[in-house]
T-cell receptor, first 112, second 114 residues
Framework: NAGVTQTPKFRILKIGQSMTLQCTQD?????MYWYRQDPGMGLKLIYY???????DKGEVPNGYNVSRSTTEDFPLRLELAAPSQTSVYFC???????????FGPGTRLTVT | AQTVTQSQPEMSVQEAETVTLSCTYD???????LFWYKQPPSRQMILVIR??????QNATENRFSVNFQKAAKSFSLKISDSQLGDTAMYFC???????????FGKGTKLSVIP
């Protein structure tokens, strides 16, 4: 099993550009999450999903959008990128009844 | 809202020695789960150990063990026989049973010195 995969690993965006961060898991997990990690900080939740077609906001959702059309995929969309969105982005998933989350390798995004 | 506090931003330990990382949390829930995650320089978040609040016995995974003090809301991680590969950021995390979210501390940077 590949677990949780994310693409791309690195990306540089110009202010105002848009992009989609891809996340796929092959563990048939119901729950999927997007976090951002800023330097010297822990992870903050952007959005999460409890199943296909169901998403909800986390702690820091502004400037982002998500969709969940399948169990496996949970893309994160950045519209009108801003320097404040420079961060490392992690996707994670877990299964029902178990609370530990499994993380992808992360995407380092720089907005200049 | 739950909060997780890691009061040691950085620590170091000699190879083969033992080190303890501290974590405290604040919650009004009675049923919850606690985790330690390791983030090496590769950036990958790796689950180290988990503890269910309803279990009195402290969790152990090989060289890693926890000291869970529910009344004090404390959840420390002990690493025995430290190895160079243990060099990493360590994050303490909390979730309430039935919650969808993990709340993370800010992390402790551990350096293992040869």
């Amino acid at each position: 099993n590949a677990g949780v995969t994310q693409t791309p690993k690195f990306r540089i965006l110009k202010i105002g550009q848009s992009m989609t961060l891809q996340c796929t898991q092959d563990m048939n997990h119901n729950y999927m999450y997007w976090y951002r990690q800023d330097p010297g900080m822990g992870l903050k939740l952007i959005y999460y999903s409890v199943g296909a077609g169901i998403t909800d906001k986390g702690e820091v959702p502004n400037g982002y959008n998500v969709s969940r059309s399948t169990t496996e995929d949970f893309p994160l969309r950045l519209e009108l990128a801003a320097p404040s969105q420079t961060s490392v982005y992690f996707c994670a998933s877990r299964t029902s009844g178990f609370y530990e989350q499994y993380f992808g390798p992360g995407t380092r995004l720089t907005v200049t | 809202a739950q909060t997780v506090t890691q009061s040691q931003p950085e620590m170091s330990v000699q190879e083969a020695e033992t080190v303890t990382l501290s974590c405290t949390y604040d919650t009004s829930e009675n049923n919850y789960y606690l985790f330690w995650y390791k983030q090496p320089p590769s950036r990958q978040m790796i689950l180290v150990i988990r503890q269910e609040a309803y279990k009195q016995q402290n969790a152990t995974e090989n060289r890693f063990s926890v000291n869970f003090q529910k009344a004090a809301k404390s959840f420390s991680l002990k690493i025995s026989d430290s190895q160079l590969g243990d060099t990493a950021m360590y994050f303490c995390a909390f979730t309430g049973a039935g919650s969808y979210q993990l709340t993370f501390g800010k992390g402790t940077k551990l350096s293992v010195i040869p």
